[in-house]
């Protein structure tokens, strides 16, 4: 079992532009969330798709959206990029009603100049 | 989102017991108590969790107060590569279309460990 996969590991971009990140679940999770981490702080969650819906959202503007696929995979899009998005975005996935706690994958690093 | 209380750094010498506090004095009857740890460059990683009683896992023990306004995870002997930051966070199951794994991160303690 690879656990949770994300892809790109790493990736920089210019201000204005925009980025899509990958995540693979977990063997057997159905459930995604995404965690933005600021250098020296801890993760900030973003959102959370189950059954291809986006289902909480934590207090992140409309440039960050999502999607999920029937595969379970998971997408983070983020337009119109600032500065200050420059981060680690974790994705965490679990299975739905198993009450178990959400595993992490390894993030990407996203830095905008 | 009920809050804890951490503090912001420990160190402990190898081989030794390290006793980790976390303060939630705001805690709901439904929420349970997880405790994450994020070595440098990684992602978070499960430690383990509980509700009311005291837990036991191959990684750490969860001491829980019997008013459940705080918890202590308690590493047996620390070695060299349980140098991290530890995350207490308290999370509710319940959610509405499928469950809530909405985790509410704090800035965590970072554990030091001394050879």
């Known amino acids: 079992d690879a656990g949770v996969t994300q892809s790109p590991t790493h990736l920089i971009k210019t201000r204005g532009q925009q980025v899509t990140l990958r995540c693979s679940p977990k063997?057997?999770?159905?459930?995604v969330s995404w965690y933005q981490q600021a250098l020296g702080q801890g993760p900030q969650f973003i959102f959370q798709?189950?059954?291809?819906?986006?289902?909480q959202r934590g207090n992140f503007p409309d440039r960050f959206s999502g999607h999920q696929f029937p595969n379970y995979s998971s997408e983070l899009n983020v337009n119109a990029l600032l500065l200050g998005d420059s981060a680690l975005y974790l994705c965490?996935?679990?299975?739905?009603?198993?009450?178990?706690?959400?595993?992490f994958g390894p993030g990407t690093r996203l830095t905008v100049l | 989102d009920a809050k804890t209380t951490q503090p912001n750094s420990m160190e402990s010498n190898e081989e030794e017991p390290v006793h980790l506090p976390c303060n939630h004095s705001?805690?709901?009857?439904?929420?349970?108590i997880h405790w994450y740890r994020q070595l440098p460059s990684q992602g978070p990683e499960y430690v383990i969790h509980?509700?009311?009683s005291n837990v036991n896992n191959r990684m750490a023990s969860l001491a829980i107060a019997e008013d459940r306004k705080s918890s202590t995870l308690i590493l047996h002997r620390a070695t060299l590569r349980d140098a991290a930051v530890y995350y207490c966070?308290?999370?509710?199951?319940?959610?509405?279309?499928?469950?809530?794994?909405?985790?509410?991160f704090g800035k965590g303690t970072l554990l030091t460990v001394n050879p």
């Open positions: 509980g509700l009311t």
């Open positions: 705001t805690i709901s009857g439904t929420d349970y």
């Open positions: 063997s057997g999770h159905d459930t």
């Open positions: 798709y189950y059954e291809e819906e986006e289902r």
């Open positions: 966070i308290l999370r509710d199951p319940r959610g509405s279309g499928g469950s809530n794994y909405k985790l509410t």
């Open positions: 965490a996935s679990s299975r739905d009603t198993s009450g178990r706690s959400p595993f």
